[in-house]
């Protein structure tokens, strides 16, 4: 059972920077891909950016140039930046582990972050 936290949310300018992290409840050795989904209202959630336990990144269209998912197994947490904010990004952020040997998906609560234009 992994439990997940995201902080670092809120309201921002468009062209603004925001910074998430996501702490997990136990070391992030041995869990194999850390994403952070978003979802607005009346939208499906989408995957946003992931990394792999490797350190392999993937982001959506939207994103690419301007957010960065990084983790630090020492400190159990994953990390987004987000820079030149679009009142399109906002939306609320879930981070997402998945562990691979138990076939765990896990959540966290989520944290809304909010873009005026």
């Known amino acids: 059972q992994v439990q997940l936290v995201e902080s670092g949310g809120g309201s921002v300018q468009a062209g603004g920077s925001l910074g998430l992290s996501c702490a997990a409840s136990?070391?992030?050795?041995?869990?194999?891909?850390m994403g952070w989904y978003r979802q607005a209202p009346g939208k499906q959630r989408e995957l946003v950016a992931s990394?792999?336990?490797?350190?392999?990144?993937s982001y959506v269209d939207s994103v690419k140039g301007r957010f960065t998912i990084s983790r630090e197994d020492g400190k159990n947490t994953v990390y987004l930046q987000m820079n030149s904010l679009k009142p399109e990004d906002t939306a609320v952020y879930y981070c997402?582990?998945?562990?691979?040997?138990?076939?765990?998906?896990?959540w966290g609560q989520g944290t809304q972050v909010t873009v005026s234009s």
């Open positions: 136990r070391s992030t050795f041995g869990i194999n891909v």
């Open positions: 990394i792999t336990s490797s350190g392999n990144t």
């Open positions: 997402n582990a998945l562990v691979y040997s138990v076939r765990g998906v896990y």
